[in-house]
């Protein structure tokens, strides 16, 4: 029994990091519907550039490169949008087959800057160690990275529903034409969601480093994960995403804890088969008389 | 202070006007009639930039407005009410007409206040999405809306299609009070003919994307013009 307590603070771990990766997702595939097949290699990005800035910030990097990281993907993901993404709004496959072009041609781009193998970075010192919760302990990098997702949660929270250009985009997302008919610059609201939606894959990536290596296809592992989270969340729904992250990890620790990791990852991939099968559309919908 | 002319409009393939000349003056109350599927919502769409058209001008108050996307129109004075009572359904009432006045130049809270001053019945409301208000009072926020803009002109398609008699008077008398007392020009989609005969200064009926007749209020009495709307 208490062994089994255990996996309480590892699935609310392993709920934080995939809330991390999906939460850039909740803007650019939730509220713009763009599948961005790329987003892996944001948090790729967001990873090497930890990984980069040791030599600067030695061991402080992975803290350093929170903000840089942010800017980097950010960027990144802005260039993509303007440059490619927006002609192909309304158009998903196109923009899938497009997105997954230049994953892979930023798999490659990585893999000639910094090499095939994978790359450590070192945590910083003040997160060795843990606490002791009942019989097991939770490391102080797990815990560093569920307090960066409520960190990012709540910023997010707050950008959406207390700051003007937060109001613009719930209101270019749930009526775009209208929105252009009340003077918002559309476009421009465009290029901000998709600066702020990578920027975050970029911080899940330097979270990503505190509990592994790192290496050119990172992006890869996770970017279904993400996807599942944010499909089964609800589209564009917030505390969908953060429900549904904690109720994968959850499924996730405890499938593991029973049988083994392969057989954990079947388990959750049916659990949500099965979900969507009575659920489509997700947790959290939404409501109201103009949708229905 | 408004010249349309010889516009043209497609969907693909599809042409819906052939070349619409169109002009609204200062203070002018216009009406755009016509039956179904003539082209009325095509022809607001691509003066508003909604839509681009494939030919044509459009000039406001002095400036080629055609190229321009339909953001800078609204910013420019040209208020729009797309047909259908649109609203952003998750926001609240009072959050719709913020994220509109936060996207004019002018910035001015007490646009909002006068908005509200022309349909009261909103500010009671404020807190509720607009998704659950009745389509009567969708359309009174959504003309609500437009006007936070403080727009110049203010183009309304179909303002009451498909709502409640009681609220359909309420929109008539608030456009007719905007009109009448604040000047405003108004372009309006109507296939009320009975409720442009009380608004309007000046008619255009189109057919087949096409200006078939124009002219005063008192031509509206014309047979020939029934017989142009008669379905």
Redesign the interface.
């Known amino acids: 029994m208490e062994s089994l307590l255990n996996q309480l603070p590892i699935g609310l771990s392993i709920g934080a990091v995939l809330l991390l990766i999906a939460l850039g997702l909740t803007f650019t595939f939730g509220q713009m519907g763009v599948i961005n097949m790329a987003h892996g290699e944001f948090i790729m990005a967001g990873a090497y550039t930890a990984y980069m800035l040791q030599d600067w910030a030695g061991a402080q990097a992975a803290a350093v490169a929170l903000p840089v990281a942010f800017a980097l993907a950010g960027t990144m993901g802005w260039v993509l949008e303007r440059t490619a993404i927006r002609h192909f709004y309304g158009r998903p496959l196109d923009t899938l087959l497009l997105t997954w072009g230049v994953s892979l041609v930023l798999q490659q781009a990585a893999r000639d800057l910094f090499g095939a193998p994978n790359v450590q970075v070192v945590a910083p010192s003040w997160l060795n160690g843990g606490v002791t919760i009942g019989g097991g302990t939770l490391p102080y990098n797990r815990l560093f990275i569920m307090a960066l997702a409520i960190a990012c949660v709540a910023g997010i929270w707050a950008y959406q529903n207390r700051s003007a250009q937060g109001r613009r985009m719930r209101a270019v997302m749930q009526n775009r034409e209208l929105a252009a008919c009340s003077g918002v610059a559309t476009a421009r609201v465009d290029q901000l969601t998709f600066f702020i939606g990578s920027g975050l894959a970029g911080v899940a990536g330097v979270a990503l480093t505190l509990i592994g290596p790192v290496g050119p296809s990172i992006g890869t592992y996770y970017i279904v994960d993400a996807f599942l989270v944010v499909v089964a969340g609800g589209l564009g729904q917030l505390r969908g995403a953060v429900i549904a992250a904690l109720a994968l990890g959850m499924l996730n620790s405890f499938a593991e804890f029973w049988t083994n990791a392969s057989l954990a990852k079947v388990i959750v991939f049916a659990a949500i088969i099965v979900f969507l099968q009575f659920r489509p559309q997700g947790m959290f919908v939404l409501r109201s008389r103009a949708l229905t | 202070m408004l010249e349309v002319t010889g516009l043209e409009a497609a969907y693909g393939r599809a042409r819906v006007l052939f070349g619409v000349d169109l002009s609204v003056e200062a203070g002018q109350l216009m009406c755009v009639m016509g039956r179904n599927g003539v082209g009325k919502t095509t022809l607001l769409n691509s003066v ?1 930039g ?1 839509l681009t058209p494939t030919a044509g001008k459009v000039v406001f108050d002095g400036r080629d407005v055609t190229r321009l ?3 800078e129109r ?2 420019l004075g040209m208020g ?1 009410v ?1 047909q259908g009572h ?6 609240t009432v009072a ?2 007409l ?3 006045l ?3 130049r002018h910035r001015d809270r007490a646009a909002v206040a006068e908005a509200l001053e022309v349909f009261p019945r909103l500010k009671e409301m404020l807190k509720r ?5 009745s389509g009567g009072q ?1 359309q009174q926020l959504a003309i609500a ?2 006007l936070v ?1 403080r727009p110049r002109m203010l183009i309304l398609d179909e303002p009451t299609e498909g709502i409640q008699p009681s609220i359909v008077l309420e929109i008539e008398q608030a456009i007719e009070r905007l009109h009448k007392e604040r000047g405003l020009a108004v372009l309006l989609v109507e296939q009320y003919l009975e409720l442009a005969l009380r608004l309007a200064d000046g008619f255009v009926i189109l057919d087949g994307g096409m200006v078939r007749h124009s002219g005063t209020a008192a031509d509206l009495r014309d047979e020939e013009v029934r017989r142009l709307l008669a379905v």
Not at chain 2, 129 to 133: D, N, P, S, T, V
Request: aromatic share 12%.
């Open positions: 508003m909604v996307p339909t953001y609204v910013r729009y797309p649109e609203t952003f359904p998750q926001l959050e719709n913020q994220v509109t936060e996207a004019t999405r607009a998704g659950f208000l969708q809306r437009a803009t």
